[in-house]
């Protein structure tokens, strides 16, 4: 039996290995990214890189995943001169697996239901660039049903755990965003914590040991000797931007998110780091 062919657009830090993991499961990877620069080295990795993105579109046998930056990349990359649908490809899905905020993945979802002959899910992805690369991506599902269910072996192949938040294709969106918004506040309160035990001269190590066993226990506390680490310029500007339209959220639909607001602006404080300029 021949193995699936599945389009990949978008080879960078979470892309890429995500991309080598879907060919270790024994998947063909017809792969497209604006960076020629990667392009050897996914050769060398076995993905079958093309030119153009109706390569992408034309080869792959059902499903085209986007991992690239924003919206308006998606929106390139599907209806831009050039773009996927110069395939004029039929019954095949798109896959999104950028972080949008979950208006504009339905803005999305709907552009493409209404403008094209390609399905749309989402699959945002949570877990960072090591996640990625050991294959164990926590990944938030929506859209239809029966199509999310039928994509189950490539998600398999990139991540340790799938779920699935019904046919609005946003909704994994909103689900990755809360993820994200207590994870901040989360941060801020250990940070805060650890900030008194250093006015008692409480040892930060034995203090962190008592939490993993009691009732102040959380991933931020188990693996604090890789957050206190997170610098301004990568993981917490990421961070920050999704707190930020976690906000931006609440205030369009009226939901008074107010922990996540002071975990927002004290979050660079409580993590001892300068704030980036602006």
């Known amino acids: 039996m021949m193995s699936k062919k599945i389009g990949f657009v978008g080879l960078g830090t979470m892309g890429f290995p995500m991309a080598v993991n879907l060919m270790k499961a024994g998947f063909e990877v017809i792969g497209y990214d604006a960076f020629r620069g990667v392009y050897e080295k996914a050769e060398a990795e076995g993905i079958t890189m ?8 034309g080869q792959a046998d059902e499903a085209i995943i986007s991992m690239v930056r924003d919206y308006a990349q998606n ?9 996927l649908l110069s395939a004029q490809p039929i019954d095949k899905t798109i896959i ?7 208006d504009a993945m339905n ?36 859209g239809a049903e029966t199509i999310v269910k039928s994509f189950q072996p490539y998600f398999d192949a990139i991540g340790s755990h799938t779920f699935y938040y019904g046919s609005e294709a946003g909704n994994s969106q909103a689900a990755k965003l809360i993820n994200n918004l207590i ?28 939490l993993q066993v009691s009732t102040g226990d959380s991933w931020v506390v188990r693996n604090w000797s890789d957050v ?11 961070l920050l931007k999704d707190l930020i ?14 922990f996540n607001a002071l975990s927002s602006t004290q979050l660079f404080d409580a993590m001892g780091k300068e704030k980036p300029q602006a």
Request: no cysteine; hydrophobic share 45%.
């Open 75 to 83: 929106v390139d990359i599907i209806f831009g001169e050039g773009g």
């Open 50 to 57: 093309v030119d153009t993105l109706k390569e992408v579109a």
């Open 183 to 210: 994870l901040g506040i989360n941060m801020n309160a250990v940070a805060e914590g650890l900030t008194l035990a250093k006015h008692y001269n409480v040892s930060q190590e034995e203090l962190l040991n008592l």
């Open 245 to 258: 339209a976690a906000y931006n959220q609440g205030v369009k639909h009226n939901v008074s998110l107010p």
């Open 107 to 142: 803005q999305l979802s709907k552009k493409v239901e209404e403008e094209s002959d390609l399905r749309l899910i989402d699959a945002a992805v949570s877990g960072g660039a090591s996640g990625a690369e050991a294959g164990t991506l926590s990944i938030m599902t929506s």
């Open 228 to 238: 206190s680490q997170w610098t301004a310029d990568t993981a917490l500007a990421v």
């Open 96 to 102: 999104v697996m950028s972080t949008l905020d979950p």
